[in-house]
């Protein structure tokens, strides 16, 4: 089931606690640009269907990354996307997106989504996984 752009909103408004809906938008597009080059395949696809589609459609057409980042450099790389970012406030983003992300996919999907990527993303989902 496909979550409402309201409601996927509010939830990573209230876990960022951002001034500002504008702002919650802004902090979700980069990370799902970014969440969106290190997916493939029916995974991607399956994951897009359960975003809103202003958000499936940035998680379909992702920013290039020529290998998958780990998940410090993720968070670097989205601080040096946001304006006045720091590697604090980008990992405060990141998870409140990410997590909002766990959510609307579920437990399987999301286990599916952490098995193409790098050790330790199911931390910065909220997620965390038996060592």
Same mark, same amino acid.
Request: no cysteine; aromatic share 6%.
């Given at each position: 089931?496909?979550?409402?752009?309201? /409601?996927? @909103?509010? $939830? !990573? $408004?209230?876990? +960022?606690?951002? +001034?500002?809906? $504008?702002? /919650?938008?802004?902090?979700?597009?980069? !990370?799902?640009? @970014?969440?969106?080059?290190? @997916?493939? +395949?029916?995974?991607? /696809?399956?994951?897009?269907?359960?975003? &809103?589609? +202003?958000?499936? @459609?940035?998680?379909?057409? &992702?920013? $290039?990354?020529?290998? &998958?980042? &780990?998940?410090?450099?993720?968070?670097? /790389?989205t601080a040096a996307w946001i304006e006045g970012a720091t590697d604090q406030t980008a990992a405060w983003d990141v998870s409140a997106v990410l997590s909002t992300v766990a959510d609307a996919a579920g437990d399987g999907l999301i286990n599916q989504i952490l098995l193409q990527l790098p050790a330790g993303y199911d931390l910065l989902f909220g997620r965390p996984q038996p060592a």
């Open positions: 089931m496909t979550v409402r752009w309201e /409601a996927f @909103l509010d $939830q !990573v $408004q209230e876990r +960022g606690e951002y +001034g500002s809906r $504008q702002e /919650a938008e802004r902090v979700a597009r980069v !990370v799902l640009a @970014l969440l969106g080059a290190h @997916l493939v +395949g029916e995974v991607r /696809a399956q994951l897009a269907a359960r975003l &809103p589609e +202003g958000f499936a @459609l940035i998680l379909l057409n &992702p920013l $290039q990354s020529a290998e &998958p980042l &780990p998940p410090e450099r993720f968070v670097r /790389a």
